[in-house]
């Protein structure tokens, strides 16, 4: 069954500092991958999708299939980063998201 | 604003007692999906419906049910609620063969 990991439960960091929320997934064929945010009381949304290889609010991410990782990097965080980050796979394009369990960003002032 | 709602945002319930969440959207996608969140849990896909077609997770207790009436409602019915069962429940939905899932604000599901 495919997994997806995100080791940090809480990351903390300086305004002005880069910012990379680790994704892990498990999955032997090719998944699709996503990034969901929560800011404090909204609801989860899409931030990007990596077949998109899109730039969104400065974030990126990139498939690495060797690591089959997902690693989400801005090189500059913002205040209004501080949210929850879920790191979704989906096995084809009509099977249901996967998440991982989260990771808090919080940026420091 | 296309979108989808969750009704009520917060319920509360008792022990054994059952309870229905409620879930519609004006994006007309044909597929709809339920998770349950508990703290500090990532989101766990419960069942989802693609168009009419049912279909739910191995892992899924029977105590969960799901009624979907027509294209922009769906209901999560837990027939006998135990307080294991408390945790926030998403909706969401998507469209067609795009797996992206555009959630609700969640229901938050309390058992005394």
């Known amino acids: 069954a495919q997994r997806v990991t995100q080791p940090e439960k809480l990351l903390s960091v300086f305004k002005g500092a880069p910012v990379e929320l680790k994704c892990n997934y498990s999955?032997?064929?090719?998944?699709?991958l996503f990034w969901y945010v929560q800011y404090s009381r909204q609801r989860l949304q899409l931030l990007l999708r990596?077949?998109s290889r899109e730039s969104i609010k400065g974030f990126t991410a990139d498939l690495n299939k060797g690591e089959t990782s997902f690693h989400l990097k801005k090189p500059f965080a913002q205040e209004e980063d501080s949210a929850m980050y879920y790191c979704?796979?989906?096995?084809?394009?009509?099977?249901?998201?996967?998440f991982g369990k989260g990771t808090r960003l919080s940026v420091i002032a | 604003d296309a979108m989808v709602i969750q009704n009520p945002r917060y319920q509360v319930t008792q022990f054994g007692k059952p309870v229905t969440l409620s879930c519609s959207q004006t994006?007309?996608?044909?597929?709809m999906y339920w998770y349950q969140q508990k703290s500090s849990q990532a989101p766990k896909l419960l069942f989802h419906?693609?168009?009419?077609?049912?279909?739910n997770e191995a892992d899924t207790p029977d105590n969960f049910q799901s009624r979907r009436p027509n294209t922009s409602f769906c209901f999560l019915d837990i027939r006998s609620p135990g307080l294991g069962d408390a945790a926030m429940y998403l909706c969401?939905?998507?469209?067609?063969?795009?797996?992206?899932?555009?959630f609700g604000p969640g229901t938050r599901l309390t058992v005394l």
């Open positions: 994006l007309n996608h044909n597929v």
């Open positions: 979704a796979l989906s096995k084809s394009g009509n099977t249901p998201l996967v």
């Open positions: 990596h077949i």
């Open positions: 419906y693609y168009d009419k077609d049912f279909n």
């Open positions: 969401a939905t998507s469209r067609g063969q795009a797996p992206e899932a555009f």
């Open positions: 999955y032997s064929g090719s998944p699709e």
